[in-house]
């Protein structure tokens, strides 16, 4: 966790920024990444007697399916939280996509979680249940649960939650709703 003060203001921190990592995730990315080695190993050193159609299909499976694991869950080795004086974002993975901003004024309250699991948003990634609300999971433990005034949740895990919870009621203290579209 950073904190960057700024020089006027020195008891509230001008950003918060968090963290979540799942280091398990880097396991199922060598597993994409084994899919893939396979797909090329395939298209280049076979000897396949059947056809080259059961060959391409073989080949352009085991790439796809290499990819969409390896990208899928590169996506969510971790998760950042950045909070500033006017909104809430949060970021996935290494190139920061799935990405979410949630303006401050859209928010009327964070409470602090301790048993986030997987397992109860239908597994690891950026999730949505009709009954719960958005999250972000990366990994089971702690994490926030942003209540917005449109009546959604947005849970995140993220380390060192309650410092984060903390945080965004401070500057949710300064601003009402609507004031910072």
Not at 25 to 46: E, H, Y
Request: aromatic content about 6%; charged content about 20%.
């Amino acid at each position: 966790m950073r904190k960057h003060r700024d020089a006027e203001d020195a008891s509230h921190p001008d950003v918060w920024t968090g963290r979540a990592t799942n280091r398990v995730q880097w396991l199922l990315a060598l597993g994409g990444a084994a899919c893939m080695a396979l797909g090329i190993v395939l298209a280049v050193d076979s000897a396949w007697t059947s056809g080259v159609a059961p060959l391409v299909m073989s080949v352009v499976g085991c790439i796809a399916a290499g990819l969409l694991v390896l990208f899928g869950t590169l996506a969510f080795v971790h998760v950042d939280l950045k909070l500033d004086k006017e909104c809430v974002e949060v970021r996935c993975g290494h190139m920061g996509v799935p990405r979410r901003r949630i303006p401050l004024s859209e928010v009327a309250g964070a409470d602090f979680t301790a048993h986030v699991t997987p397992r109860q948003w239908g597994g690891w990634g950026y999730r949505w249940r009709p009954e719960k609300g958005t999250a972000v999971v990366v990994r089971r433990g702690e994490g926030i649960v942003l209540r917005l005034w449109d009546g959604h949740t947005f849970t995140i895990t993220v380390d060192n939650a309650e410092a984060a919870v903390r945080a965004i009621r401070d500057r949710l203290r300064t601003i009402t709703p609507g004031t910072a579209r």
